[in-house]
């Protein structure tokens, strides 16, 4: 069973994790636990994202470099967008996985940080 969780005012420890990979159906995977991210899991799942990210980035490079050329060809610009597709994939999963984890402050905490109130 796939549980996700949309209760913003749940602590972040308790909030389940989305992961940055899938299970075999392709549906996504959510780590429940209240390890505040010290567990062997967590920590992988970090290492993953830190992968994701820095691929994304050389993926970014390699497409300006392509893109700057002047003479890619249909295939190789077909490629590209495929794995651009892919990448953009997983960087929108990491955003969603530390979004959900962020702490989000009731109305009455952000008006007492407001300033001249």
Do not use: K
């Amino acid at each position: 069973m796939i549980y996700e969780s949309h209760d913003t005012t749940a602590p972040t420890a308790t909030r389940p994790r989305l992961l940055p990979w899938s299970n075999l159906d392709g549906n996504p995977c959510y780590l429940i636990t209240d390890d505040t991210g010290t567990s062997r899991l967590s920590r992988m799942a970090d290492d993953v994202e830190a992968v994701q990210l820095g691929m994304a980035g050389d993926l970014l490079d390699h497409a300006a470099d392509l893109l700057g050329d002047g003479r890619a060809t249909a295939p190789q610009l077909r490629f590209l967008a495929l794995r651009l597709t892919e990448s953009l994939h997983d960087v929108h999963r990491v955003a969603r996985s530390r979004g959900a984890r962020l702490s989000i402050p009731d109305d009455d905490d952000v008006l007492e940080e407001s300033p001249g109130t």
